[in-house]
């Protein structure tokens, strides 16, 4: 793809919203998940855009980090910890392994799951993003909590395909921090994924970007 394409095209507009700390659309693929998450820099998350996500995506409100901040902060894949006959699977269906890791709160919070609480916890998990060999990862968050942590593949879109990477990857253009806050957008109606056309027509009415998974793949990969 050329510097043109990409900057005049939806991968452009949605490094620029992402740059400008703006919410981003993505939907991943039809033959994977199949779903179009809400993405935000992690930083950039306020207690409104907290109840954007969990109001407009409603699904599990999560922040991404790349595996090289999760290395030095010693965050696990969460399935690696659980000494449990439902820790094992053969796969998850769409992917070779889940990615999560631990649930936090900010140790300034109190019950943690307020807009408010989690919106602290999102924006610190930025803060020790850009600045991890100097962040006291566990003086500042506590585990268990009510933010979900999910941990990048090494070599990012290169490697999986999954909205970890994809917010990574769009982090990394934009300049961001590795740390991306997300929710999957849910059908009210269905209680299924909320299809790509209602994604985009939602993106419209907000005045917000939609981009499809295979573009920031053949951009950013």
């Not at 809400?38 to 930083?43: K, Q």
């Not at 109606?189 to 419209?204: F, K, N, V």
Request: net charge negative; hydrophobic share 45%.
């Amino acid at each position: 793809m050329s510097r043109s394409e990409l900057e005049g095209g939806a991968v452009g507009r949605a490094v620029r919203a992402f740059a400008d700390g703006q919410p981003v659309l993505v939907h991943d693929a039809a033959d994977r998940e199949g779903e179009t998450d809400i993405l935000y820099p992690a930083g950039a998350v306020t207690p409104a855009a907290m109840a954007r996500l969990r109001n407009d995506g409603g699904g599990l409100v999560f922040v991404a980090l790349s595996d090289a901040v999760a290395e030095v902060f010693g965050l696990p894949f969460l399935h690696e910890l659980i000494d449990h006959p439902a820790g094992r699977f053969d796969s998850v269906g769409y992917d070779v392994r889940p990615s999560f890791s631990l649930t936090v709160n900010h140790r300034e919070t109190y019950t943690g799951i307020t807009d408010e609480d989690r919106a602290l916890t999102v924006r610190a998990l930025a803060d020790a993003a850009g600045t991890p060999e100097s962040f006291d990862f566990a003086g500042e968050f506590r585990a268990p909590g009510h933010v979900h942590l999910l941990r990048g593949a090494p070599g990012l879109l290169a490697e999986r395909e999954g909205h970890t990477e994809l917010g990574l990857a769009l982090a990394d253009a934009a300049g961001r921090p590795p740390a991306v806050a997300g929710c999957e957008m849910l059908d009210d109606d269905t209680g299924g994924a909320l299809s790509p056309a209602d994604a985009r027509a939602y993106a419209e009415r907000e005045g917000l970007t939609y981009v499809e998974g295979a573009e920031l793949v053949a951009a950013l990969a």
